[in-house]
């Protein structure tokens, strides 16, 4: 099911790895890059507040996640530095609209 119940033919499978880069535990600046499950395995990167990507990955998500689901993943992250998200549907457009960069070309 896509995250609107409607298939995208623009639309692909991703999978987040979010590194932290600094800041409060709060709302850390993190580095979160987005690589293509399966096809050409594309990567795009992008550097943001924990605040922000958490909201783009609400909407990525194929299935609406609690918040416990991100709340669970944001200390995880905290406490590993590192955390990692699958089953994101994103539109290649949607890269575009929150700045997203192709870093693997």
Not at 28 to 44: A, E, F, N, Q, W
Not at 73 to 79: E, M, N, P, W, Y
Request: with cysteine.
């Amino acid at each position: 099911m896509f995250r609107d119940g409607l298939p995208h033919s623009d639309a692909s499978m991703f999978r987040a790895q979010l590194i932290w880069i600094s800041g409060p535990r709060c709302d850390p600046t993190i580095r979160m890059l987005l690589v293509v499950k399966g096809g050409d395995g594309s990567v795009y990167e992008v550097t943001a507040s924990w605040s922000k990507c958490r909201a783009w990955l609400s909407s990525f998500l194929v299935a609406p996640a609690p918040d416990l689901t991100l709340d669970k993943l944001k200390h995880f992250l905290v406490r590993n530095k590192y955390a990692a998200l699958s089953n994101l549907i994103i539109r290649l457009d949607d890269l575009d609209l929150y700045g997203l960069q192709r870093v693997d070309e």
